[in-house]
C-alpha cells in the first residue's frame, strides 16, 4: 500500500471517529437511550404552531459601551471622559426614544439599530453576563469563587454564554438542551441549523446541529446525486454501506445515509423557498448568513418542522487595537443585517415567529488601553422581533464611571443580569414548560425571575 493511501485512510478512520463522537460521549449511552425515551412523550408534535429563535454570535468580544451610550449633557460627560479617545461625539448620536432608564443613543455606524429600536422592532438588554449567584463587588473581591472560571479568556467565555452554565467542561449549550426536549425523535433531521459554523449553543445532550453555508448543503464531493455521472459511484457505494456487518460500521453507514437523505430534504425544502430581493445593503457575510436562515424558516412548512434553533456569527470583535476604525464597520455590518433580515421575515410573512438576539463571550472594558479596550465582562445583547417588547433598555445601566459598585476593577463591569433569566425567558417564549426550562437552566432558582419582560 502507498503511503499516500495509508495516509487517506488513516485520515478517513480519524473523521469517521470523530463524527460519531456525540453517540458515545457526554452521560454514556444508557442515559442518553433514557432522555430519547422521555423525549418521545415531548417532541414537536406537541406544537400546532411554528416558533424560531436565530442566535448571532459576535465572536471576539463586543464593546457593546460604544453601542448604547448616554447621551444627556451629565451622563455623556461621564461617559466622555472615562473611554477617552475612543467617546464619540454627542451630536452625532442617533437618540432612542425610551423612558426604561437614562438617555440613550446609539453611534452613526449603528443607525439601522436606532431605527429598528424607535420602531419598536428592537431592544436592548443591558449589562447581562455569566453568574455563578448574585453578588456585589464586595463579595466578588472577597470570594473569587463567585467570579465565573477563566473569566476573560476567551475560549472559556465563549463556552458559559453558550452552555449557559458557569462551567467550562460542559459539553452541550442551552439551545441544544431545548432541542433535546422538542425534538421528533422519530426523524434524523435536526432542528437546529448553523450557518455560523460548529458551535456548542447548539449541540445537546442528544440534539446535534447541521451545518450549512450561505449557498445552502454542502453535498459529498464526489456522492452528489445532482450530478448524474455520480451515479453509478452512489450505487456501489451504498451497497459498502449496506454489506455492514458490525455494530460499529453498520452505526457509521446508517450516519452517512442520514446525512445524504437530510440534504435531499433539505434541498427539496429550500426549492419552495425564494431568494429575497430585500437590500441587506452593507451586511456583509453576515447578511448572507441571515438571508439562508429567512430561507430556510420560508421552507419550515416543507420541512413540518415546527420549532427551528438557528445560529449564524460574526467575527473580529477583539479590538485591542485600531477599535476607533474597525469596530463602526462592525457595527454596521451587524445592524444593516438585523434590518436586512427583519425586512426579509416581514416580506415572507414569518416575523411574528421569529426572536433573534445577540451573544459575545464578554464586554470590554469601559477604560481605553489607548488604541482600543481590553477583555471585560458584562455587556450589552439586541434582541428582535415581533414577539418581543420592542423599543425598551431593559435591565441595569451602569454608570459610565470607573471604581463605581458596578466595576469589578478597570472598567470591567459586574453583570446584573444572568444568561439564565434571559435565555429562561426565550426558552418559555419557545413553548418549554417550568420544569423543562429548569432543565436547560438548572442555576435559574439561585437568580428567580428577571426584574423586566422581554415578551408581552
Request: aromatic share 8%.
Amino acid at each position: 500500500m502507498s503511503s499516500n493511501n495509508q495516509f487517506s485512510r488513516r485520515r478517513f478512520l480519524k473523521t469517521s471517529l470523530a463524527s460519531l463522537g456525540a453517540l458515545t460521549t457526554s452521560n454514556g449511552l444508557a442515559a442518553q437511550l433514557q432522555l430519547a425515551n422521555a423525549m418521545t412523550a415531548q417532541s414537536t408534535s406537541r406544537f400546532t404552531d411554528y416558533k424560531a429563535i436565530v442566535c448571532i454570535f459576535l465572536y471576539g468580544g463586543n464593546d457593546s459601551f460604544n453601542l448604547l451610550i448616554p447621551n444627556s449633557s451629565n451622563q455623556y460627560h461621564d461617559y466622555a471622559r472615562t473611554r477617552q479617545s475612543l467617546a464619540l461625539p454627542l451630536n452625532e448620536l442617533i437618540h432612542l426614544q425610551q423612558d426604561d432608564v437614562m438617555s440613550l443613543g446609539v453611534p452613526q455606524s449603528a443607525a439601522a439599530l436606532g431605527e429598528l429600536f424607535n420602531n419598536g422592532r428592537a431592544s436592548i438588554v443591558s449589562n447581562m453576563g455569566p453568574m455563578i449567584a448574585p453578588a456585589s463587588k464586595s463579595d466578588l473581591l472577597n470570594n473569587t469563587r463567585l467570579q465565573p472560571p477563566q473569566l476573560f479568556s476567551h475560549n472559556d467565555q465563549q463556552t458559559l454564554w453558550q452552555s449557559g452554565l458557569a462551567d467550562t467542561n460542559i459539553a452541550s449549550g442551552w439551545g441544544g438542551r431545548m432541542a433535546d426536549l422538542v425534538m421528533d425523535p422519530h426523524t434524523s433531521l435536526p432542528l437546529s441549523f448553523s450557518l455560523g459554523g460548529t458551535n456548542l449553543f447548539q449541540r445537546g445532550r442528544l440534539a446535534q446541529q447541521y451545518a450549512m453555508n450561505k449557498d445552502g448543503i454542502e453535498q459529498f464531493g464526489a456522492l452528489d446525486p445532482q450530478h448524474e455521472w455520480n451515479n453509478t459511484r452512489i450505487e456501489h457505494y451504498l451497497r459498502v454501506l449496506d454489506a455492514a456487518d458490525d455494530p460499529f460500521t453498520r452505526t457509521y453507514a446508517q450516519q452517512l445515509k442520514n446525512v445524504r437523505s437530510n440534504n435531499t430534504i433539505l434541498n427539496t425544502s429550500l426549492a419552495s423557498a425564494s431568494q429575497t430581493d430585500i437590500n441587506y445593503r452593507s451586511a456583509g457575510n453576515l447578511g448572507e448568513q441571515l438571508k439562508m436562515i429567512a430561507r430556510m424558516i420560508e421552507a419550515q412548512g416543507a420541512l413540518n418542522q415546527p420549532r427551528q434553533i438557528f445560529f449564524a456569527s460574526l467575527g473580529g470583535f477583539d479590538t485591542h487595537d485600531n477599535q476607533v476604525v474597525l469596530l463602526p464597520r462592525l457595527q454596521e455590518q451587524l445592524t444593516h443585517a438585523l434590518a436586512g433580515f427583519d425586512a426579509d421575515l416581514q416580506a415572507r410573512g414569518m416575523a411574528q415567529n421569529v426572536v433573534t438576539f445577540t451573544q459575545s463571550e464578554f464586554g470590554r472594558t469601559l477604560t481605553s488601553n489607548g488604541d482600543g479596550t481590553d477583555h471585560g465582562w458584562a455587556g450589552h445583547q439586541i434582541i428582535m422581533g415581533d414577539a418581543i417588547n420592542g423599543g425598551c433598555v431593559f435591565g441595569h445601566m451602569p454608570e459610565q464611571i470607573i471604581n463605581t459598585n458596578d466595576d469589578l476593577g478597570d472598567g470591567r463591569m459586574i453583570p446584573t443580569t444572568s444568561i439564565d433569566q434571559f435565555g429562561a425567558q426565550i426558552a418559555q417564549w419557545f413553548g418549554l414548560g417550568h420544569s423543562e426550562i429548569n432543565d436547560v437552566f438548572p442555576n435559574l432558582t439561585r437568580f428567580g425571575a428577571a426584574d423586566f419582560s422581554l415578551f408581552g
